[in-house]
């Protein structure tokens, strides 16, 4: 296909960087799969099935082989990579005759996209860092800036905007952790042959496994069938969706707090946001990571359908991880550029956030009264907390302040005014939050460091 008008995948032209794309043209795969009958060469080589220096021969003659070249052999063959091992075989003279020797088709497609996942991973990874870092300046920027924190949609406590991002980077390292850890399941090579046992290579099969899967830096699956198990391709759509759902969490909060009626957080100016309405400053960019993250979740179900096969393979897992793979991997790509794109423009209205926190005439206060009339006044907690709630009900009825309120009942009686005081300065109800603040940052740091 050439040019926007003959794509039909918006990953043509839409979504997915230009980085993430390259790693999965055709060409690219390709080339990882002439890569993988090179360092099988090379394993045969040593392990005295091909003559000497067909390895190099192959390094020279078998690259040249074009993807339309593949195309139009496989219409013929009916079969991709044998089509490819035939096209190698004919252009490298006689050491094209020992190409693919005792290999089967998967031995090349699996250990080639382990190389594949490798790369895009590191991307991944580099977008990821690159999110949680700017979360964390964020979080810092913000340690002591007051906000309302919210349960069910209501107003709950007092907290800090640089608290509430915390929770995110504490969240999205957790998922940076898990990118480190598909190394140890995913990232292996396959090179075992028909069914698994490596029959055509007898004793040999274990150093041709060594070598091949040594020169592409990978290491070995423990055993496999035809296929490497299908439970790596779903773990790692999963630890993608996981993290996709996090970003959708993110955007969601943005685009809540930016609704004028709260108004507390807003995406800087200079894109158009309404076709229509000139006033308009719609969330667009939070909009499409919730409306992607909703593709990744859902390509989690065809990745788990792909793990059951029958006996030692059939080819129901083939035609559906030509889609699912480089969806997945561009769908984590788009929703890593939005999200740092999103944080990147965006603006905290202090002055909203304030305005907010008196919208409930300080009832959010009420847990700090009663924490007070249990441990200064002696009040059984549960009579304690029935009071408030009388209390905080009357003040929001009468449209008046839960201070003054407060102020005129028997807990006014109960408590020193210091004490109801001090419930009513927002800061001094913040708990641990700047060593829990601090505690997730270092968490971040130390996972990032250590991978």
Request: proline share 3%; hydrophobic share 40%; glycine share 6%.
């Amino acid at each position: 296909m050439s040019g926007h008008h003959a794509s039909i995948c918006p990953f043509d032209y839409r979504y997915g960087s230009k980085e993430m794309r390259d790693l999965l043209k055709r060409e690219n795969i390709l080339r990882r799969f002439i890569e993988v009958e090179a360092a099988l060469m090379k394993a045969l080589e040593e392990a005295g099935f091909a003559p000497r220096g067909c390895y190099e021969v192959l390094s020279k003659c078998a690259f040249s082989v074009r993807p339309e070249e593949v195309d139009e052999l496989e219409a013929k063959l009916g079969h991709d990579v044998a089509s490819l091992a035939t096209l190698i075989a004919e252009r490298c003279g006689e050491c094209g005759k020992y190409v693919h020797l005792g290999a089967t088709s998967y031995d090349i497609v699996d250990t080639a996209w382990a190389l594949i996942v490798r790369d895009a991973v590191e991307l991944i990874k580099k977008r990821l860092r690159n999110v949680i870092e700017l979360l964390m300046e964020l979080s810092m920027k913000y340690r002591d800036t007051l906000m309302v924190g919210r349960t069910h949609g209501q107003h709950a406590l007092p907290i800090t905007l640089g608290f509430k991002l915390a929770n995110y980077v504490y969240e999205l390292s957790r998922s940076y952790e898990r990118f480190c850890e598909l190394e140890k399941r995913v990232m292996r090579g396959k090179v075992s042959g028909a069914v698994g046992t490596m029959a055509a290579w007898g004793v040999k099969g274990p150093k041709v496994e060594e070598v091949a899967l040594s020169t592409l830096g990978l290491r070995p699956h423990a055993i496999t069938t035809q296929v490497a198990p299908r439970d790596g391709y779903a773990e790692l759509v999963a630890v993608i969706a996981i993290l996709a759902s996090q970003l959708d969490r993110l955007a969601l909060e943005v685009r809540e707090l930016s609704r004028n009626e709260i108004g507390e957080l807003r995406i800087a100016a200079g894109r158009v946001g309404s076709s229509t309405m000139p006033h308009k400053r719609n969330p667009t960019i939070a909009e499409r990571v919730s409306g992607l993250a909703r593709i990744c979740r859902a390509l989690v179900v065809t990745a788990l359908e792909n793990i059951p096969l029958m006996h030692e393979r059939d080819l129901t897992n083939s035609s559906s991880e030509r889609f699912l793979i480089p969806h997945a991997l561009l769908t984590i790509d788009q929703l890593l550029i939005d999200t740092h794109r999103m944080l990147s423009t965006l603006e905290a209205d202090e002055a909203a956030m304030k305005r907010n926190l008196e919208l409930s005439k300080g009832t959010i206060m009420a847990e700090c009264l009663m924490i007070k009339l249990v441990l200064k006044a002696g009040m059984p907690r549960h009579k304690a907390h029935s009071m408030l709630s009388d209390l905080a009900r009357q003040a929001l009825a009468q449209g008046r302040g839960f201070r003054d309120v407060v102020a005129g009942s028997e807990v006014g009686k109960l408590l020193s005014s210091e004490d109801v005081e001090e419930c009513f300065n927002y800061s001094k109800y913040l708990g641990s939050y700047d060593f829990l603040i601090s505690r997730s940052l270092n968490y971040a740091k130390e996972v990032l460091r250590r991978c």
